[in-house]
């Protein structure tokens, strides 16, 4: 039967890919939302890559906006310490919480399962623009500036 422009695409398997892959997987389905309208092939090359570079735009950022909330939003989670990895026909990895931590039951409940480790850096989250703007009670001695004696 063949497929008309409103049908919605057919469901495809589901595949293990890299976050690269996913957002290449992503742009290619909304690609071919262009190209099923058959106007694609009007379409200029700059224009063409122009859309496909959109698409690869929009592609990526859903992927990263996905993974942050994926990560932190709605799963079932522990936090632990992640006290040592070993490396051997595979990783073996030891976490350490104490004893009444959160999520503790659904961890146990889960041995034996898949889950996914996200590691937490929030470093990247702790600088900023400018020290904050403090009022000093006193005057300085010191001219901050020239390190001379401050007279004013």
Do not use: C
Not at 55 to 83: C, P, Q, W, Y
Not at 99 to 111: A, S, Y
Not at 130 to 150: A, C, K, L, V, W
């Amino acid at each position: 039967m063949p497929k008309k422009k409103h049908d919605k695409p057919a469901t495809k398997e589901a595949i293990d890919v890299q976050a690269t892959t996913l957002a290449g997987d992503i742009r290619d389905e909304i690609l071919g939302i262009f190209k099923s309208h058959g106007d694609w092939k009007h379409l200029k090359e700059a224009q063409q890559r122009d859309i496909a570079a959109g698409a690869t735009d929009v592609a990526e950022r859903a992927v990263s906006r996905m993974a942050n909330i994926i990560a932190g939003r709605g799963f079932k989670s522990i936090h632990a310490t992640l006290a040592s990895v070993m490396v051997k026909d595979g990783l073996k990895l030891v976490l350490t919480a104490s004893k009444g931590v959160e999520g503790r039951g659904d961890l146990l409940d889960h041995q034996g399962n898949g889950v996914t480790v996200v590691i937490k850096d929030i470093n990247a989250y702790l600088g900023q623009r400018s020290e904050p703007d403090i009022q000093r009670d006193e005057p300085t001695m010191f001219d901050e500036e020239t390190g001379e004696i401050d007279e004013d």
